[in-house]
C-alpha cells in the first residue's frame, strides 16, 4: 500500500456522527441485508467495500484487495485514511468501536468527511459485524497499527496498538455466521461482478480480487472509465460509433455539488442498453438522471437533424427512435440521493433531472458540430428507426389490448381462467402442445391459464420492432398478458400476477427458456422488477419401489430418496429379525444406478412425458412446487451475458459456452 500518512488532514474522531445503536440485526438480518441466502450473503462484502470506495469518492484510496481466505473468512483491505481510533466525542469510546458496533455510525453522514457516498441504508460495516461469528479490523495509520477483535458484533477488547506503520489503510477481515445465512460459501464469479463494475466507475481504483482457495485471481483497473464499461458493454455488437464521453458538474445554492458523467455509443443492433447509477448504487428502476439524458438527447439531436437538413420532412423522430442501437452508462454524484421505486433504486431528486439535461444538451452540441460523420450516423439510424417505427404501427395496435381479453381472440391457444382479479391468478407459457395439453388437463381452472407455445420464439434480441410484432408467438404473449408492449407496457394492467415460464429440463427446454427471457428482459422488464416473472421448477427424476412414486428435482434429491427408501427397508428387515432373536444384516450397499432391490429410477426428458396428475402434483400444485423467481441482480453482468448469447459477435459466444461448460449438468445429447 502507497504512503498516505499525510491524508489523515479532515479526517478526524469529530468527523464521525451516530445516529442510532446497532439493534435487532441479527434477529432480523433480511431488514439489513435483504436476505439470508447467497444473495445477502455477498451483500456482505459489498458493505465493507463500499466504506473503502467512499475513501476512494473523497479522493484519499487508491488500491482495494479483496481476498476469500481458505478458512471461509473473507478480508477487504484499503489504502484511504485509515478509520480514526481515538475517544469519539459523544461515546467516549474508540471511534473505531463506535463504527463497527454502532449502526448507522460513520463519516458519511458528515458533508465534511464525505461530499458523496454509496450505500443505500447506511447500515455498513457493523451490520457485517454483527452477523459474523468472529471479526478483525486493522487500522494503519498515524505511522502506528491498531487493532481490535469481536465475536457477533461484541468487542473482544479494547483497541490495541500492535506495531507501527509507514502506510494508512483500513483491514477488515470476517467470519460470517453460520447459524444466520444458508449458504457461508463465497462464489468468486459473483464477487468478481460488482468489483468489476466497481472499478469501471471509479477509474482511479485499482480494485484486486484473490482467492485462496483455488488461486484465483482479477485485477480490476478501468483508467479508461465509462469508456471502457460501454466498450465492455457493447463488445459482443458492432458499434457505428466511438464512445461519446461528456462530463459535468452543477452547484446549487447551498454550493453543494452534483457530478455528472455520461458515455455512449451507438451499435447496429436494434436494441437500448443503459445502465445508471448513483453514487455507484446501480438504479435499476432509472429515476430523474436518467429521464433528464434522453430528454436531451432527444432535443439535441433533433435540433441538429433540422438545422442541417438531415431528415425528410414528413419524418418525426422521438426519444425511442434516438434509443435504438445505443448503449450508455449513466454515472451521477449526488450529495443526498433520493430513492423511491419498487426496490428503492428509482432515484427521485427532481433538480438531477434538469442538471443532467443542461449539461448534456450543451456538451452533445458541442460534439456534433466537432464531429459531423458520427452524427450524420446516428441520425441515418434514428431515420432507419423511425420509419420501421411507422411500419410496426399496425402490428403493435393488434396486440394493444383495451378491456377484458375477447374469449374468441385465441382459439385453441390461451387456455383462461375463471378467476380474473390478477392477485389471484397466473399464467403458465408452456413448451409444445402436447406439455400444454397435459397442463390444461392438470390444471385448477379456477386461478390457472394455460398458453401453449409451439416451438422456438424469435430471438428478439437481433430483431427490429417491425418483424417483433409481427411474429405470431410473440403476438399471443403479449395479448394473453395483456399489459402493452415497449413504451406502452404498464406491468399493473397484466391480467396475471405471476406468468410462469414452464418448458423441458433439455437443451431445446433451456433455448426456449432463454428466448423468453430475452422478450420479457428488452420488452416487458418491468414484470421481472415487479417480481411477476417466474420460472417453473418440474422434476427431473421419478423414483418408484413398487406402487410408490417419489419425483426429485435434482441428483440430490434423487439420492437422498433412494437412500431413505432402503433405510425403511433395512429397518424394518432390523425390526423383524430383533423381534425373531436373529442377528441383524447389514444393509447391502448398492451402488447408484443399479437397482437389484426393486427399486426404478427413470429421467424425464420432457414435460410431454407426465401425465395431467404427475404435472399438477410436481410442477403446479402451489403446495408442493418449486419456482424460481427471475431477477436481475446485477444488471451489467446480466446485459453483458444477454448481448453474448444472443447479440451478432459468434466468438464471444463461442468462448463463453467452452468457459463455462465444466459448470453443465445432465446434458442431453
Known sequence: MAEQISNTQGYSEDSIKVLEGLEAVRKRPAMYIGDVGERGLHHLIQEVVDNSIDEALAGFCRNIVITLHADGSCSVQDDGRGIPVGPHPVKKISTLEVVMCTLHAGGKFDKNTYKVSG?????????????????????????????????????????????????????????????????????????????????????????????????????????????????????????????????????????????????????????????????????????????????????????????????????????????????????????????????????????????????????????????????????????????????????????????????????????????????????????????????????????????????????????????VLENEEVRTILTAIGAGFGDDFDSAKARYGKIILMADADVDGSHIRTLLLTLFWKHMPDLINDGKLYIAQPPLYKVKKGKQEFYAYNEAERDEIIARIRKEKADRKAAKAAEKGEPVEEAEVI?????????????????GEMNPEQLWATTMNPETRTLLRVSIENAAEAMRIFETLMGEAVEPRREFIERNAQYVRNLDI
Not at 443503459?274 to 453514487?279: D, E, I, K, P
Not at 443526498?336 to 431528486?349: A, C, R, S
Not at 402490428?395 to 383495451?402: F, G, H, N, S, T
Not at 451402488?591 to 414435460?607: C, H, N, Q, W, Y
Open 119 to 467: 450505500g443505500l441504508h447506511g447500515v455498513g460495516v457493523s451490520c457485517v459485524n454483527a452477523l459474523s461469528t468472529d471479526l478483525t479490523v486493522t487500522v494503519e495509520r498515524d505511522g502506528k497499527m491498531y487493532e481490535q477483535k469481536y465475536k457477533i458484533g461484541a468487542p473482544q477488547g479494547a483497541v490495541v496498538e500492535v506495531g507501527k506503520s509507514p502506510r494508512t489503510g483500513t483491514t477488515v477481515r470476517f467470519w460470517p455466521d453460520a447459524t444466520i445465512f444458508k449458504t457461508v460459501e463465497f462464489r468468486y464469479a459473483k464477487v468478481s461482478e460488482r468489483l468489476r463494475e466497481l472499478a469501471f466507475l471509479n477509474p482511479d481504483v485499482t480494485i484486486t480480487l484473490q482467492d485462496e482457495r483455488d488461486g484465483q485471481k482479477d485485477v480490476f483497473a478501468y483508467r479508461g472509465g465509462l469508456v471502457d464499461f460501454v466498450r465492455h458493454l457493447d463488445a459482443n455488437n458492432t458499434a457505428i460509433t466511438k464512445p461519446i464521453l461528456m462530463s459535468g458538474m452543477a452547484r446549487n445554492e447551498s454550493g453543494v455539488e452534483t457530478v455528472v458523467d455520461v458515455c455512449f455509443e451507438y451499435n447496429s443492433g436494434y436494441s437500448e442498453n443503459l445502465l445508471s447509477y448513483v453514487n455507484n448504487i446501480n438504479t435499476v428502476e432509472g429515476g430523474t438522471h436518467v429521464s433528464g439524458f434522453r430528454s436531451a438527447l432527444t432535443r439535441t439531436l433533433n435540433a441538429y437533424a433540422a438545422a442541417n437538413n438531415l431528415t425528410k420532412k414528413d419524418v418525426n423522430l422521438t426519444g425511442e427512435d434516438f434509443r435504438e442501437g445505443l448503449t450508455a452508462v449513466i454515472s451521477v454524484k449526488v450529495a443526498e440521493p433520493q430513492f423511491e421505486g419498487q426496490t428503492k433504486t428509482k432515484l427521485g431528486n427532481g433538480e438531477t433531472e434538469g442538471i443532467v439535461r443542461s449539461i448534456i444538451n450543451e456538451e452533445l452540441a458541442k460534439y456534433l458540430d466537432a464531429t459531423p460523420s458520427a452524427a450524420k450516423h446516428i441520425i441515418e439510424k434514428a431515420s432507419q428507426a423511425a420509419e420501421a417505427r411507422a411500419a410496426a404501427r399496425k402490428a403493435k395496435d393488434l396486440i394493444r389490448r383495451k378491456g377484458a381479453l375477447e374469449s374468441g381472440s385465441l382459439p385453441g391457444k390461451l387456455a383462461d381462467c375463471s378467476l380474473r382479479s390478477p392477485e389471484d391468478t397466473e399464467i403458465f407459457l408452456v413448451e409444445g402442445d402436447s406439455a400444454g395439453g397435459s397442463a390444461k388437463q392438470g390444471r385448477d381452472r379456477r386461478f390457472q391459464a394455460i398458453l401453449p407455445l409451439k416451438g422456438k420464439i424469435l430471438n428478439v434480441h437481433k430483431a427490429r420492432l417491425t418483424k
Open 591 to 607: 451402488e447408484e444406478g443399479a437397482t437389484p432391490d426393486g427399486i426404478v429410477i427413470s429421467r424425464f426428458k420432457g414435460l
